[in-house]
């Protein structure tokens, strides 16, 4: 027996036979689930170091998923799949109105899961600090796939996330976009790797946040499309909407695209901040690749290609490198066939390798990776 066994037992001891032992972390560290009512326990009991790891299937919870348990900078929660298991979480049989998935929680890691057919948002992280969300799916829902809302929403990182089909019928198409960052404030927020598409409203909308968010190597494409019939459909359809409500924010995005949005490929949407756009592409949006006419943008060496009209500037906009700026050329690009940017993600989860919209310059465009 262990010395520290022997210490276990004498402190148990001295406290009584009538009061249980804590278990140590490593006892209480793996839960493997294989029902949904484990899974729905397993996230609402999960401690600090807590790895919950979901079996095979298609879970249909009758409830949002919830947690408000902290981890730790050094003792992260985690919920993945078992193994390389391929996991589902369907929110078919939760009530109209219901989210998926609903955390208020600091040091949760998220990977490998896809959230489907949810009545309202897939999920959403609510004043959440120093999250990881990666290699997730949010497909199909009733509103925006994934949210981060709420003050104190900070260091969040949102990496390798597809969402898409979002589709909000009671407001025809208003509301759902593939992330938002929305009704909230905190900063170090990071959005990388992203594809975002065929949902009702915006690929990616930071209605009503406070705080900068940086994105970077994310496509944003076929959004606000009226895929659903809807008679008084009323989808904005921009690939990134950089703000609204009021308030002035300097978001950052870089190395990323939009095509063939209904809306614009990137707008301030009101914001007169000075958001910062660098290195990107807007190719075939409907109505403009930039619109940025009011506020006090960056723009730097970004390339609209097809766009109803190619970028809307403001006095207060810094235009620098851009292929409608002065003496700047527009180069050929290899391929406008999107197809191969649908196909499956490499793996390490990273966006497929693909030659749409790429040039080879090193000065100008997304490099479309």
């Keep these: 027996m262990s010395r520290r066994t022997v210490l276990s037992l004498t402190a148990a001891l001295a406290l009584g036979a009538g009061l249980a032992v804590i278990p140590t972390q490593a006892q209480a560290a793996t839960v493997v689930v294989s029902t949904t009512t484990d899974l729905t326990n ?122 898409y089909g979002h589709y909000d019928a009671a407001t025809h198409g208003e509301n759902a976009d593939g992330i938002a960052v929305k009704f909230g404030s905190g900063s170090g927020n990071l959005i990388t790797g992203a594809r975002l598409y065929n949902n009702s409203d915006d690929g990616l909308d930071f209605w009503s946040f406070s705080s900068p968010v940086t994105v970077e190597h994310t496509w944003a494409m076929g959004n606000g499309k009226n895929r659903w019939s809807d008679s008084a459909f009323a989808g904005d359809g921009n690939g990134y909407k950089l703000g609204g409500d009021g308030e002035v924010v300097a978001h950052v995005v870089n190395n990323s695209a939009a095509w063939d949005n209904a809306g614009s490929g990137f707008t301030e949407n009101s914001n007169t901040g000075a958001i910062v756009i660098n290195r990107t592409t807007a190719y075939a949006n409907v109505k403009y690749g930039y619109y940025f006419a009011t506020g006090a943008a960056r723009l730097g060496k970004n390339l609209a ?65």
């Design 42 to 163: 397993a996230i609402k009991n999960a401690t600090a170091g807590t790895v919950i790891q979901v079996r095979a299937g298609t879970y249909y919870p009758t409830a949002t998923l919830q947690s408000t348990t902290n981890g730790s900078s050094s003792s992260r929660i985690h919920l993945q799949p078992y193994g390389s298991e391929t996991v589902k979480i369907d929110g078919s049989n939760l009530p109209d109105g219901d989210w998926i998935f609903k955390l208020t929680a600091d040091y949760w890691t998220v990977s490998g899961i896809t959230f489907q057919n949810s009545p309202d948002s897939a999920v959403v992280c609510q004043s959440c600090a120093s999250t990881v969300w990666e290699n997730i799916k949010t497909i199909n829902g009733g509103d925006s796939g994934f949210t981060l809302t709420g003050d104190s929403t900070t260091n969040n990182t949102v990496r390798n996330i597809d969402s």
């Design 305 to 369: 290609v097809g766009n109803g009209s190619s970028v809307s500037k403001g006095s207060s906009v810094v235009s620098a490198g851009n292929n409608w700026d002065s003496g700047i050329s527009t180069p050929s690009f290899r391929s406008t066939d999107a197809s191969t940017t649908y196909n499956s993600r490499q793996s390490n989860g990273a966006l497929p390798v693909t030659t749409f919209l790429t040039t080879g310059s090193t000065t100008i465009g997304a490099t479309m990776d």
